[in-house]
């Protein structure tokens, strides 16, 4: 009886410390506090406070796993001087050493203010109890796959590799972080590979691993690696060609294929692998697994040969043609414009001659074209780019614009393009004239130049609109400009005195600064 209690006897104290201040957790801060005497701040690392902190708050719990024995507690006073103490250290961070798994260490901070008023906080760290897991999460490889597919509660894989694979990589990683691992007796980091050698080419290699938890008990996944024998293995693993594709699909039971490539490919770039790496592999009689290939002017037709030799000596051929067409003929232009301006006849590739009008203001025009092979030349007076900006001579005069398309196989063919520019219009005409009170009489003729208008008494004003027949002249009323070469109408508001004809004239000028004409308007207003 006596040795019972001396056993009993610490943890029953402990038990009566934790229920203790789990029954002041439960019950809250009804007790009158000095607000003064609280944390200002309290942490404890590693490990997050449940509730989180709030200085008027005094129970936490801090959940901690099993493999954390020790932990820092650090408190600070809301105000500076006050003192704090840890488990009654004075201090404001002290290292708890915890318990054993399973268990829970209380953890008491006493902040007091000048040895009179006090607030006590409790922390209760549980650390979590030691578990059973003692399964993979994961685990890989780095050659082969595993039969069947991984599964946590499968324990026994088997994996076959070419013969060529001489070592493997395994990477287990343990459902249990702190689960310890061993590879074949080899001391292992959950998620960390280990390199395992494999036996001879048609022998096997048993790969254990053995994952033991935390409370020590273990469990074995057993792989069994099989390294394929050497043979008579002489499939290509792939093929391709570049420039270009395959005609079929690349399949390693298939040993002919075709390719065509446009007439300025010169070669092509030939890549094989055999699926046995210890299989030799010539291109073209040539030891390598990339070869270029040199093609005569086309149409031509060459034959490449790929040949797999097996480790036990039979040969397999793979045969590509290819087929280099002819340099293209296409000397066309594809698009072809002219701005500001329209070609006369609208663009066809096959029409090669051109001409379009310019105003006589326009001092340059751009001209663009596209060809229709992009492989062709272009040239004369546009570079290659297919742009260039033309300057005109003066108004009147015409300028040739050639261009010429040279075909990838040296035909070629030029469009012209005669560009106008105008000569200055002599146009002084109105296309439109219009008052805003009364009529015109006679009505609007550009012809007629003298217009009388009656007005009511009441009208104090009248405003007179004009559009030129040619945007391009320059209209005048009142001795100032109304309307500007290239707008195209203006107007003129003119007071009306009682009982007096005003005469309102209308001046246009065209665009050969010589070419004038003058219209009238007599707007007659009667007395009151």
């Known amino acids: ?58 129970q936490y719990s801090v959940d901690l796993s099993n493999n954390v024995t020790t932990t820092t507690v650090t408190a600070q006073p809301a105000v500076s001087g006050d003192t704090v103490t840890i488990n009654g250290q004075t201090s404001t961070s002290l290292v708890i050493t915890l318990g054993p798994a399973g268990s829970t260490t209380p953890v008491s901070i006493v902040v007091s203010e000048s040895g009179s008023n006090s607030r006590t906080y409790t922390v209760l760290l549980n650390r979590a109890e030691l578990t059973g897991d003692n399964s993979l999460q994961q685990l890989s490889i780095s050659s082969g796959t595993l039969d069947p597919a991984f599964d946590p509660n499968t324990l026994n894989y088997t994996v076959n590799v070419a013969s060529s694979i001489t070592s493997i990589r395994v990477t287990p990683t343990a459902q249990d972080p702190a689960a310890t691992l061993r590879v074949n007796g080899q001391a292992a980091t959950s998620g960390q590979a280990l390199t395992i050698p494999l036996s001879d080419p048609g022998q096997s290699t048993v790969v254990s691993i053995v994952v033991t938890a935390q409370n020590g008990t273990p469990q074995q996944y057993t ?29 390693a039971s298939r040993t002919s294929y075709s390719i065509s ?91 090669t001659q051109y001409t379009v009008e310019v105003a006589t203001r326009v001092t340059a025009v751009t001209v663009a074209a596209t060809k229709s092979d992009p492989n062709a030349l272009i040239s004369g007076d546009i570079p290659n780019q297919g742009q260039a900006t033309i300057q005109l001579d003066g108004p009147g005069t015409s300028k040739l614009v050639r261009i010429t398309v040279a075909a990838p196989n040296g035909t070629s063919k030029t469009y012209n393009i005669t560009v106008k520019r105008l000569a200055p219009s002599t146009d002084a005409n109105l296309f439109d004239l219009r008052v805003n009170s009364g009529t015109l009489n006679p009505g609007f003729r550009s012809g007629e130049l003298n217009y009388t208008v009656d007005v009511a008494s009441a009208a104090d004003s009248i405003t007179v609109s004009a559009t030129k027949s040619d945007p391009d002249a320059r209209m005048s009323a009142l001795g100032r400009t109304i309307a500007n ?44």
Do not use: H, W
Not at 294 to 300: A, E, H, N
Not at 504 to 513: G, K, L, M, W
């Open 1 to 58: 009886m006596k040795r019972f209690s001396i056993v009993v006897g610490p943890y029953l104290a402990t038990s009566l410390l934790i229920a203790t201040a789990l029954s002041i957790y439960g019950c809250g801060d009804s007790a009158s506090v000095n607000p003064v005497a609280e944390l200002r701040n309290l942490t404890v690392t590693p490990g997050t406070l449940t509730p989180a902190f709030n200085g008027a708050t005094t």
């Open 223 to 251: 792989l069994v690696v099989s390294r394929a024998a050497l043979g008579g293995n002489n499939n290509l693993q792939r093929l391709s060609v570049s420039p270009g594709s395959l005609s079929p699909s690349f399949s």
């Open 261 to 351: 490539v446009g007439g300025r490919v010169e070669s092509i770039t030939v890549t094989a692998a055999p699926e046995d790496t210890n299989a030799n592999l010539t291109i073209e009689g040539q030891d390598t697994g990339s070869r270029a290939i040199s093609l005569p002017p086309g149409p031509s037709r060459t034959e490449v040969e790929v040949v797999v030799t097996a480790p036990n000596g039979i040969p397999k051929t793979y045969f590509i043609t290819v087929n280099r067409e002819a340099l293209s003929a296409d000397n066309n232009l594809d698009t072809l414009s002219v701005s500001p301006g329209t070609l006369d006849p609208a663009f066809s590739s096959g029409t």
């Open 485 to 528: 070469p290239g707008i195209p109408t203006g107007s003129v508001t003119v007071p009306l005195g009682l009982g007096t004809s005003t005469s309102i004239e209308i001046s246009v000028v065209a665009e050969d600064q010589v070419s004038t004409r003058t219209y009238t308007i007599n707007v007659n207003r009667p007395s009151r």
